[in-house]
């Protein structure tokens, strides 16, 4: 979920959450103080969502390999600018 759309829609959260606050209690302190607890738990909830989605990711598995050493996996291949093969009515670039 990109920022502005996760933006927009807390906006509009924190916008609706207000008025309807306020036109449960009628009482402005009452309002300010509702909607910026609601705003922390939303951000603490976003925060803790993108962190799920951060560990749940497949790129942040623990192979086992010591940081900074190739896996066994990757000794005697081929690098990939050799596996590549040619386009047909594709042009060669100039900086290769």
């Given at each position: 979920m990109s920022f502005a759309l996760f933006f927009r829609g807390f906006v509009l959260a924190l916008i609706s959450f207000?008025?309807?606050t306020f036109l449960v209690?009628?009482?402005w302190w009452t309002t300010i103080l509702h909607t910026v607890v609601c705003g922390v738990l939303i951000q603490i909830g976003y925060f803790a969502a993108v962190l799920f989605l951060i560990w749940r990711s497949p790129g942040s598995k623990?192979?086992?390999?010591?940081?900074?050493r190739p896996g066994p996996n990757l000794a005697g291949e081929a690098s990939p600018k050799a596996a590549a093969s040619r386009l047909?009515?594709?042009?060669?670039?100039?900086?290769t």
């Open positions: 207000a008025v309807v209690t009628h009482s623990d192979t086992g390999e010591e940081p900074g047909p009515n594709a042009s060669r670039s100039r900086h």
